[in-house]
């Protein structure tokens, strides 16, 4: 039986999301590579803090998506921005 689980990122999760943002590239070339430093750089910036609002999406015990939250100032507005990842 498959389990599935969505859980929040953690920061030894950088390898494994640089190789799923690899794999979806194949599908999807416009997506671009992230290697691990440019992940760690992303994560950092104020927008996402920290990636603590990102989410990983595991099934038998390894990453096959994540979801990417950042929060960004737009003319006079807040907006959320999502991005999903899955390979």
């Known amino acids: 039986m498959t389990q599935a689980i969505i859980r929040p990122l953690e920061v030894s999760d950088t390898a494994a999301v640089a190789e799923l943002h690899d794999r979806a590239n194949l599908a999807d070339p416009g997506l671009g590579p992230v290697p691990p430093e440019m992940w760690r750089r992303f994560i950092a910036q104020p927008a996402n803090q920290n990636g603590r609002l990102f989410r990983v999406a595991e099934r038998d015990g390894a990453p096959g998506g ?16 999502i991005r999903i990842v899955v390979v």
Do not use: M, N, T, W
């Open 66 to 81: 994540v979801a990417i939250v950042s929060h960004k100032q737009q003319q006079d507005r807040a907006v959320r921005l």
